[in-house]
Structures are given as C-alpha cells and as structure tokens.
C-alpha cells in the first residue's frame, strides 16, 4: 500500500535518458487508466510527487526523498551523488532491485562493503542496505534460447552482454552456430 500523502518528496527519473523517462513519466501521468498496477497508480496521487527537470534541482535535495532510478549498477549519473551524500547516513536506505553486475558499485554495496570510492572520496557505507530480487528488463536463458531459434541458425552468434560464467553457459545451449564472445578491441568481419 502505498501512502497518499509522504513526508518525503518521490521524484523518478531514469540516469540514462533522463529527457525520455521525464517524457514517459508525465504520458504516464496523463493516462493513468494505462499505467501498469496500483503502485504506479497510486504514485500519481502522492501530494509530493515530482520530476526533476533540472540537474540543479535534483542535485540540491537535502533532506529525505524516494528516489526512484534507471542506473541499477551505478555507475555513472546522478545516483552517485546521491549515493555520495546519503550512503553515510544510517537513517538512510538504499533498495536495489534486480540484478548488479561484478565490478560495479552497485555489487560492492549489495555484497557489503564498509567503505567505496565515489568520485575520488572514500565514503562509508552505513546505510541500510536492501535488495528484490527477480526484477530484469533482460529476457531470461529460455527466452534468449526461444528468440535465437527463431533466428534460423546463424552462421554465428556473438555473445557480448552478461557475466562470463552466465554467457559460457548460455553458450553451451545453442547449436549449429559458432558462439562467439569477443574481448575488448576484438574485430571481426561480419
């Protein structure tokens, strides 16, 4: 359930294209009867809801928000200065939701880390650490299997996104394709 009144201002944005999530935001708003569920419903009545249309404004938040983001791995965007600012604060929460890549902050605090680097400032990590699982835009192995089947059998598949461990094993499912994963500055005539 969500509140219809907040104490904290809800602001959603997404870091990376933050002109087009501003945009789907504010159709969404006008055509509530088309947003998906009651939680997305319900974030249109909150008194407090907005969308920061500058940087500055968003960058000046002091105090308690909800901020809601599209940089899930963090690494790059204003969730970092929020993170910079509030990580330290133990009556703070960050909630991840999904998935966070090896090697990104987002990992690192997800795994426990007391301490990270943030645009060169060590910074100490007592907020209140959160995540949901089962949350991905990404399409899972039985799908990717079902949609490169429909592709005919590629002469070969390049496998370019995801972790090595994920992709070595996705890769050992397809057939009658040689399965690529190119490495950084690999080439290859297509």
């Known amino acids: 359930m969500v509140p219809h009144q907040?104490?904290?201002?809800?602001?959603?944005?997404?870091?990376?294209?933050?002109r087009q999530a501003l945009l789907s935001t504010k159709a969404l708003r006008e055509i509530p009867e088309k947003a998906n569920g009651r939680l997305l419903t319900a974030t249109w009545n909150l008194t407090n809801f907005g969308l920061p249309k500058r940087t500055d404004d968003d960058l000046a938040l002091k105090g308690g928000a909800v901020l809601i983001a599209g940089s899930g791995m963090c690494t790059g965007g204003r969730v970092r200065h929020?993170?910079?600012h509030n990580l330290w604060r133990q009556n703070c929460s960050v909630v991840f939701v999904g998935f966070a890549s090896r090697g990104t902050l987002a990992r690192r605090i997800v795994d426990g880390a007391r301490q990270v680097r943030i645009f060169g400032e060590d910074i100490q990590v007592r907020a209140h650490i959160h995540t949901i699982g089962g949350f991905s835009a990404h399409a899972d192995q039985d799908e990717l299997l079902a949609w490169h089947e429909q592709l005919g059998h590629p002469a070969r598949t390049f496998l370019v996104h995801g972790e090595e461990d994920a992709m070595s094993t996705f890769a050992e499912q397809l057939s009658d394709t040689e399965v690529l994963m190119p490495q950084l500055n690999d080439e290859f005539d297509l």
């Open 6 to 18: 907040q104490e904290n201002p809800v602001f959603t944005y997404d870091l990376a294209d933050e």
């Open 82 to 84: 929020h993170l910079k």
